[in-house]
């Protein structure tokens, strides 16, 4: 079954600080796309990242990137030297068929404090 | 339109009524997927369409729930006898292709039945 879990429910650092959020899945699929959205207090979702599982490279964009890891079903995402506009809830996505309906985990709230 | 519009932004609605939530997407996007999302939790699958073809409804959690899209653009999620639990904020997202290429989503209707 198709499943994600994003354990970290809240997560408060303070302007500058690196923090990881983690996100671990489940999937029947043998290849497969997993994403990463932004919900700032405005409340619409932003697509941060879509990452194919064939390419277990991490990634970087900016201030942000990602670390996929298949082998241990994880796809997790750093913010460096974390900013107070970067306090958002963070949602990590697989899609449940290739329709492209997406299963979200339960999101992570960041907090960042000046 | 630049970006997805969603209308009301809230709405209460008293216990039994009716209520329709209007999704414009962005202009010549193909897909159409509606999703609840409750207090805290991440956005959940409703309904996806292909263009003026609803091809996947398996997360309406009830008949009370329909969704449209007669002429393949604009999309009304109609809840009719709100009941309590309904309270959730609504997403519509759309996507030029599948949405396996992500998708982008509006700020959402915020929907309270008391």
Redesign the interface.
Known sequence: AQKVTQAQTEISVVEKEDVTLDCVYETRDTTYYLFWYKQPPSGELVFLIRRNSFDEQNEISGRYSWNFQKSTSSFNFTITASQVVDSAVYFCALPFDQGGKLIFGQGTELSVKP | GAG?SQSPRYKVAKRGQDVALRCDPISGHV?L?WYQQAL??????LT?FQNEAQ??KS?LPSDRFFAERPEGSVSTLKIQRTQQEDSA?Y?C?S?PG???????????T?LTVV
């Open positions: 997805v897909s997927f805290g939790q991440g956005p959940e699958f996806y091809l996947d997360g904020v997403l997202a996507s599948g949405g396996l290429y992500g998708y982008t989503f509006g700020s959402g915020r």
